[in-house]
């Protein structure tokens, strides 16, 4: 089993930027591909970014290529999504995933194993 905790969530004005964390525990963080997802109201949820257990491998959706950053800290079991040039748009709860196979920068949403609770991004226009 493995916890996620999103943080770096909250209201920011359009053009802005968000670091978003999302901690891991409970079972070793280097085994699982992490992802990041998002869903607005009334909308699917949407993937936005991936990275396998090295760090090595990443991949994004096209919509956020350019403004959006994933990136992992192994020693402190946390995955990062950094957000430049935000826009209303991005207005959604965004969520971290875990992925048990390492080695895949998964795109869709069945394909992870563990969810956070998610965290919320309001941008402003």
């Known amino acids: 089993q493995v916890q996620l905790v999103e943080s770096g969530g909250g209201l920011v004005q359009a053009g802005g930027s968000l670091r978003l964390s999302c901690a891991a525990s409970?079972?070793?963080?280097?085994?699982?591909?992490m992802g990041w997802f998002r869903q607005a109201p009334g909308k699917e949820r949407e993937f936005l970014a991936a990275?396998?257990?090295?760090?090595?491998?990443?991949n994004y959706n096209d919509s956020v290529k350019g403004r959006f950053t994933i990136s992992r800290d192994n020693a402190k079991n946390t995955v990062y999504l950094q957000m430049n040039s935000l826009k209303p748009e991005d207005t959604a709860v965004y969520y971290c995933?875990?992925?048990?196979?390492?080695?895949?920068?998964?795109?869709?949403?069945?394909?992870?194993?563990?969810w956070g609770q998610g965290t919320q991004v309001t941008v402003s226009s």
């Open positions: 409970g079972r070793t963080f280097t085994n699982y591909g």
């Open positions: 995933a875990a992925d048990r196979h390492s080695w895949v920068v998964a795109t869709t949403a069945s394909s992870y194993d563990y």
């Open positions: 990275i396998g257990g090295s760090g090595l491998s990443t």
